[in-house]
């Protein structure tokens, strides 16, 4: 059953006292931003797939190299028309147009295929077995427990999702700071969460989405247990 925590810090209360949450309600009908991305969209067809993925790599050598298509289609032969045509993935080039794209760019025909032929990977977690982990948080009785992760990937961003669960043995922890950006979501219990010099009083159903290089962490555990969803998102290369 759900309590009132009971060892608030009189520092910590007052403060909440004074601070005036700067809450930013969001109201989805006025969001102006243009979403790119169709998540209901199908890809093209096995062979469409082949001819993008080989693109990308023509692409990604002759940038490695420091050439234009203009360069590489001298060295070619190959007209800048069907370059760019191979580069984009409109068009299936022959193992012709391969062999002498491997020589111009010193790569084996093979490695045009490398994107085609990488397995996408996916982790599937049952209840109650998540991986329990320790992060900064947990010196303060804060509980991780890892729902799945994925490495290296096509992506290039990595996705940590945690559920964390917060007692009365667990403190307040109001200065984590990491890259990237991280999503809250509230299952159960109350918290005053604070991110920079905000502080916002979360219940059941709400969320809080922030860039993490901003101080941020729970201030005030205003009804316990309590736990959310932490999602966390930060480029491959910084992690």
């Known amino acids: 059953m759900a309590k009132k925590a009971s060892s608030l810090k009189p520092a910590a209360a007052a403060a909440v006292a004074k601070a005036k949450p700067s809450i930013a309600a969001i109201d989805p009908r006025k969001i102006r931003a243009p979403l790119t991305q169709n998540p209901h969209a199908i890809r093209d067809t096995r062979e469409k797939v082949l001819e993008v993925a080989i693109g990308r790599e023509v692409r990604a050598f002759r940038k490695k190299l420091g050439i234009t298509v203009a360069d590489l289609a001298a060295a070619t032969d190959i007209s800048l028309g069907m370059l760019s045509k191979i580069e984009n993935g409109i068009t299936s080039p022959s193992l012709t147009t391969l062999q002498a794209l491997s020589r111009a760019l010193g790569v084996p025909v093979t490695a045009f295929f490398r994107r085609f032929e990488e397995e996408r990977s996916a982790v599937f977690v049952k209840a109650g077995e998540g991986l329990d982990v320790e992060r900064r948080g947990t010196r303060a009785g804060h509980q991780y427990n890892l729902l799945g992760h994925i490495g290296s990937n096509t ?10 669960t917060l007692t009365e043995d667990s403190d307040v922890f109001p200065t984590f700071q990491h890259e990237g950006m991280e999503f809250l979501y509230m299952l159960e219990g109350e918290v005053v969460y604070r991110h920079g010099s905000n502080l916002y009083p979360m219940k059941p159903g ?14 005030v555990l205003t009804v316990l247990p309590m736990r959310y969803l932490s999602i966390i998102c930060y480029p491959q290369s910084a992690g």
């Not at 709400?206 to 201030?219: I, R, T």
């Open 155 to 164: 992506s290039g961003v990595v996705v940590e999702p945690y559920l964390i």
């Open 206 to 219: 709400d969320s809080l989405f922030f860039d993490a290089d901003a101080p941020h962490g729970p201030e």
